[in-house]
């Protein structure tokens, strides 16, 4: 790949954040179709993408220098991630599972303060108490709240930031691996969700032209260039920027349902994001 400035790096690595914020609201509009399915729906289309980029920059030769237990790693981190996302969103309110899900940023914050050369500090440790009391706000709200089925969905989301928190701070380990990489980690994960849609799952198409729109944004966006772009940010732009352009994602996913009318606008909501953006920066600056 040619040269890249840090700078132009890090802006690169600045549209994943914006296009996650995005995910929640897709995933919603996808309804009725079953995650599993969705996850192999998108993330063939990401890989697509993924593929025509890899094969117009020349990069497939590249791919037969990785080792497969990059695309093995990889391929867990992505499938395991979407797999307990898709199924929050199904299982609870998006915008109360959305900001839990969106702990990933406080996590992985901690849990690099805990890498060699790394230690956790006071801030981190406020930070932490900030965004987990955004948390419990949601699933602790009073009557007329969060119903008791929607519990194992909050759950799952709550798995999700920390399957993705774990899978960006051991991905350290493979900085000099080639971002034409995704590719192969988005066609395993298509594949992997496919055979788990025919074993668990009932096949459900979208009943109408909006439920195919959010697939195919999903896939071209949140499920697949914001990848690339991450992939190229954190390799070769400023980790720390990018690490506090993160914190955004929650309040950024919570206002994107209430503008698009999925969401009530709720001032629980509103604070609950606004802690949990605002503990995760408190323990970035911590690290920084």
């Known amino acids: 790949m040619p040269a890249?400035?840090?700078?132009?790096?890090?802006?690169?690595?600045?549209?994943?954040?914006?296009?996650?914020?995005?995910?929640?609201?897709?995933?919603?509009?996808?309804?009725?179709?079953?995650?599993?399915?969705?996850?192999?729906?998108?993330?063939?289309?990401?890989?697509?993408?993924?593929?025509?980029?890899?094969?117009?920059?020349?990069?497939?030769?590249?791919?037969?220098?990785?080792?497969?237990?990059?695309?093995?790693?990889?391929?867990?981190?992505?499938?395991?991630?979407h797999a307990l996302y898709f199924s929050a969103l199904r299982l609870a309110p998006a915008a109360e599972a959305?900001?839990?899900?969106?702990?990933?940023?406080?996590?992985?914050?901690?849990?690099?303060?805990?890498?060699?050369?790394?230690?956790?500090?006071?801030?981190?440790?406020?930070?932490?108490?900030?965004?987990?009391?955004?948390?419990?706000?949601?699933?602790?709200?009073?009557?007329?709240?969060?119903?008791?089925?929607?519990?194992?969905?909050?759950?799952?989301?709550f798995l999700c930031a920390l399957t993705w928190s774990t899978y960006s701070v051991v991905s350290r380990r493979f900085g000099d691996v080639p971002t034409a990489s995704v590719t192969i980690f988005c066609l395993a994960t298509a594949a992997l969700s496919a055979l788990a849609h025919l074993v668990f799952e009932q096949t459900v198409w979208p009943t109408t032209a909006a439920g195919w729109l959010s697939i195919l944004a999903l896939g071209l966006g949140p499920v697949g260039l914001a990848f690339y772009t991450w992939d190229i940010g954190v390799k070769r732009g400023n980790i720390q920027l990018l690490g506090v352009a993160s914190y955004a994602a929650p309040l950024l996913s919570t206002l994107a349902l209430v503008a698009a009318g999925v969401t009530e606008p709720s001032t629980i909501l509103l604070i609950s994001a606004a802690l949990i953006a605002a503990g995760a920066a408190l323990a970035a600056r911590a690290s920084a």
């Open 4 to 81: 890249m400035s840090q700078r132009n790096a890090t802006l690169v690595g600045f549209t994943a954040v914006l296009l996650w914020s995005l995910l929640a609201l897709f995933t919603v509009g996808s309804a009725p179709v079953p995650p599993f399915q969705l996850a192999a729906l998108t993330f063939a289309v990401g890989g697509t993408l993924g593929l025509i980029w890899t094969i117009a920059t020349r990069q497939g030769a590249v791919l037969r220098t990785v080792g497969w237990q990059v695309f093995v790693f990889g391929t867990a981190g992505l499938f395991g991630y």
């Open 98 to 157: 959305g900001l839990i899900s969106y702990l990933w940023p406080l996590f992985i914050v901690l849990m690099s303060g805990l890498l060699p050369g790394e230690r956790l500090k006071p801030l981190h440790v406020a930070g932490a108490l900030l965004a987990f009391g955004g948390a419990a706000l949601i699933v602790l709200r009073g009557a007329g709240g969060i119903s008791g089925e929607a519990v194992p969905g909050l759950g799952l989301a």
